[in-house]
């Protein structure tokens, strides 16, 4: 079974950025794409974007477009998410999960996203 | 459009059943799943498209789809099903996710 762990907790500038790590472990990285999902205090879910690691594209929200960085190293099985400029509205806890079915370079979003990370919170405070 | 909308909160007595929709022009041509959240935990994919319950879900968890409107249903509720759920479908591109802003159920 795939488990997903991220990296610890954050504490940024405003204006800086911040690099989430998620490594998979349990199963081949190869045959599902990566999501990363964040979550302001007491407030929903937004999704972020999400990567295919076997072929590297990664696709954003409109709303992140420009701000956000997904990537993936196959090599050690672990997917990057990236923010930069960050302002005090970005504090969230993020969380990498995954998206289990691919059709070529297409996501299939007909399937949920079925393993998640236990979440990496990062604070933006001055 | 591209928002999904859900009751912010829904309370059930205990061994109920209970409905918590998701409502957004989308649902039309897409189906929605659904997540599960407790506090302080990430969120649990508990049922997803036409007919779809991941392993370990107990049966009690159902969905369904009429027009706009997304549903989960509970039946017979149990205290341990008291939580935050969220509804995902797509965006109108049909290239992005979206999410509900969540319902909070209260088991009574």
């Given at each position: 079974?795939?488990?997903?762990?991220?990296?610890?907790?954050?504490?940024?500038?405003?204006?800086?950025?911040?690099?989430?790590?998620?490594?998979?472990?349990?199963?081949?990285?190869?045959?599902?794409?990566?999501?990363?999902?964040r979550q302001?205090?007491?407030?929903?879910l937004?999704?972020?974007?999400?990567?295919?690691?076997?072929?590297?594209?990664?696709?954003?929200?409109?709303?992140?477009?420009?701000?956000?960085?997904?990537?993936?190293?196959?090599?050690?099985?672990?997917?990057?998410?990236?923010?930069?400029?960050?302002?005090?509205?970005?504090?969230a806890v993020?969380?990498?999960?995954?998206?289990?079915?691919?059709?070529?370079?297409?996501?299939?979003?007909?399937?949920?996203?079925?393993?998640?990370?236990?979440?990496?919170?990062?604070?933006?405070?001055? | 459009?591209?928002?999904?909308?859900?009751?912010?909160?829904?309370?059930?007595?205990?061994?109920?059943?209970?409905?918590?929709?998701?409502?957004?022009?989308?649902?039309?041509?897409?189906?929605?799943?659904?997540?599960?959240?407790?506090?302080?935990?990430?969120?649990?994919?508990?049922?997803?498209?036409?007919?779809?319950?991941?392993?370990?879900?107990?049966?009690?968890?159902?969905?369904?789809?009429?027009?706009?409107?997304?549903?989960?249903?509970?039946?017979?509720?149990?205290?341990?099903?008291?939580?935050?759920?969220?509804?995902?479908?797509?965006?109108?591109?049909?290239?992005?996710?979206?999410?509900?802003?969540?319902?909070?159920?209260?088991?009574?």
């Open positions: 079974q795939v488990q997903l762990v991220q990296s610890g907790a954050e504490a940024k500038k405003p204006g800086s950025s911040v690099k989430v790590s998620c490594k998979a472990s349990g199963g081949t990285f190869n045959s599902y794409a990566i999501s990363w999902v302001a205090p007491g407030q929903g937004e999704w972020m974007g999400a990567i295919i690691p076997i072929f590297g594209a990664a696709n954003y929200a409109q709303r992140f477009q420009g701000r956000v960085t997904i990537t993936a190293d196959e090599s050690t099985t672990t997917a990057y998410m990236e923010l930069s400029s960050l302002r005090s509205e970005d504090t993020y969380y990498c999960a995954r998206d289990p079915h691919i059709v070529g370079v297409i996501i299939d979003f007909y399937y949920g996203l079925d393993v998640w990370g236990q979440g990496t919170t990062v604070t933006v405070s001055s | 459009s591209s928002e999904l909308t859900q009751d912010p909160i829904v309370s059930v007595a205990l061994g109920q059943t209970v409905k918590i929709t998701c409502q957004g022009d989308g649902l039309r041509n897409y189906y929605a799943s659904w997540y599960q959240q407790k506090p302080g935990q990430a969120p649990v994919l508990v049922f997803y498209g036409e007919d779809n319950r991941p392993s370990g879900i107990p049966d009690r968890f159902s969905g369904s789809r009429s027009g706009t409107t997304a549903s989960l249903t509970i039946a017979g509720t149990q205290a341990e099903d008291e939580a935050d759920y969220f509804c995902g479908s797509r965006d109108s591109s049909g290239n992005h996710r979206i999410f509900g802003g969540g319902t909070k159920l209260t088991v009574l």
